[in-house]
């Protein structure tokens, strides 16, 4: 069955259609996060994989046209048809039996544009959001071409602005996520995932970017641990030495003293007649040889404290490096905030203007039809059938934009009846 998209535009009929643009946008903004959470993977997307414990497989991977991607370790990888969430499993799974002890994540970083074509202002390809209905991607589009004399574009911008709206506020939500994970890492205090949740959006969406940031403070957190615990038993070996170096230093240096007394006696007896000059010259050179030894030693002792002392200074520089670290980031995710807010309050300003001239829009006559037909890939070959404004789109879907003209007796026998309605 055929579906047109016919709008033929008087005050009243503008101010119903803006009345049920908005309804459309508030709905369509509350299902978009649900939409990305059950997206399933098509031929064109990129995805972004995390693997905490091994960043060697951390990375994107581009679906191929016969639905895989390559992936180390595993080597083609079917995902197409499937959620983010079942790709994660199946490659932890896969994974597991290789490494253990491995956590994935997955989401799509890029996904397979959308186009649109026909009596457009811009015609092209633009980027995919998961919940896209036709409408919106007609307002990227720019709307019919000849705005000025064939349609208002007031619902249509309407929807862009609260489209847009919608994003800056998830990213809003994101960056106070961050925050409170950096003011965890400044604090060295836990991560509290329930005090940086409550934002008032969609769970879901919210518990992935909980997960994403938690990952990300346990990663550092292990990393920290693991670097200190290094240099802690560093520190004790270096302690061991040195203790070991001071006990048998003191025993050598007993040695040096008998030695000298022997030397004192050789002396004394050569002095009497009683031993030869060559026995004090032994006894002399036994001195010598000791000395040298001694000197030798305390070399190795000095050498031992230095880096007992450069590796307690390393372990009081790791702290003070995660604070450092963390203040700075906190700064500048403030700063993000702050601009991110103001854009967020224009942005509600436009929303405003854009919903006040819909209602001064004026009855316009001789107006045309817009009619929007979906091509699509299905099963290997493209198919072209007609939809309307409120259709669900995918990612490669290509949108044709027609006019034609208005045909009242047409409509009225295809718009059912009050009575029929009910």
């Not at 938690?214 to 004790?236: F, H, P, V």
């Not at 309050?345 to 316009?364: D, N």
């Not at 939809?387 to 044709?400: F, M, Y």
């Amino acid at each position: 069955m055929r579906v047109v998209l016919r709008s033929r535009f008087s005050m009243t009929k503008v101010f119903v259609r803006t009345v049920i643009l908005l309804w459309a946008v508030l709905s369509h903004g509350a299902s978009s996060s649900h939409a990305a959470s059950t997206y399933r993977v098509v031929a064109g997307d990129v995805l972004m994989i995390w693997v905490y414990g091994d960043a060697g497989l951390t990375g994107t991977f581009p679906v191929g046209a016969d639905g895989m991607i390559g992936y180390p370790i595993l080597g083609n990888v079917e995902v197409a048809t499937k959620t983010t969430v079942e790709i994660g499993e199946a490659i932890g799974m896969a994974l597991a039996e290789h490494v253990p002890n491995l956590s994935v994540a997955v989401t799509v970083k890029e996904y397979a544009p959308v186009f649109i074509v026909g009596e457009i202002q811009k015609p092209g390809k633009y980027e995919f959001r998961p919940g896209m209905i036709t409408l919106e991607l007609f307002a990227l589009g720019g709307g019919l071409r000849d705005i000025a004399t064939r349609t208002d574009m007031s619902g249509v911008q309407l929807i862009a602005a609260q489209q847009e709206y919608e994003d800056m506020a998830l990213q809003l939500v994101g960056m106070e996520i961050k925050q409170a994970r950096l003011e965890a890492e400044l604090n060295d205090a836990p991560f509290d995932e329930k005090a940086a949740s409550n934002s008032g959006r969609d769970p879901s969406v919210v518990q992935q970017m909980l997960n994403v940031e938690a990952g990300i403070y346990n990663l550092r957190l292990a990393a920290l641990k693991s670097e200190r615990d290094n240099l802690q038993t560093q520190s004790r070996n270096y302690a061991e030495e040195i203790e070991t170096l001071t006990k048998t230093g003191a025993m050598r240096n007993q040695q040096f003293e008998l030695l000298r007394q022997d030397v004192d006696a050789a002396q004394e007896l050569f002095t009497k007649g009683a031993s030869t000059q060559s026995a004090v010259r032994d006894r002399k050179r036994d001195l010598l040889a000791m000395n040298q030894q001694l000197l030798e030693f305390g070399s190795f002792l000095s050498r031992a404290q230095q880096n007992k002392n450069e590796v307690e200074r390393r372990i009081q520089e790791l702290s003070s490096k995660r604070h450092n670290n963390a203040a700075v980031e906190l700064r500048d995710i403030r700063l993000d905030m702050l601009r991110l807010k103001r854009r967020m309050a224009f942005s509600g300003q436009t929303m405003a203007e854009i919903g006040l001239a819909a209602k001064r829009v004026s009855a316009m006559e001789n107006m045309v039809e817009t009619e929007f037909t979906l091509v699509r890939l299905v099963d290997g070959q493209y198919q072209e059938s007609s939809i309307n404004e409120h259709a669900a789109l995918q990612s490669g879907d290509v949108v044709r934009v027609r006019l034609v003209a208005y045909r009242p007796a047409e409509r009225a026998v295809k718009s059912p009846r009050p009575e029929e309605q009910r």
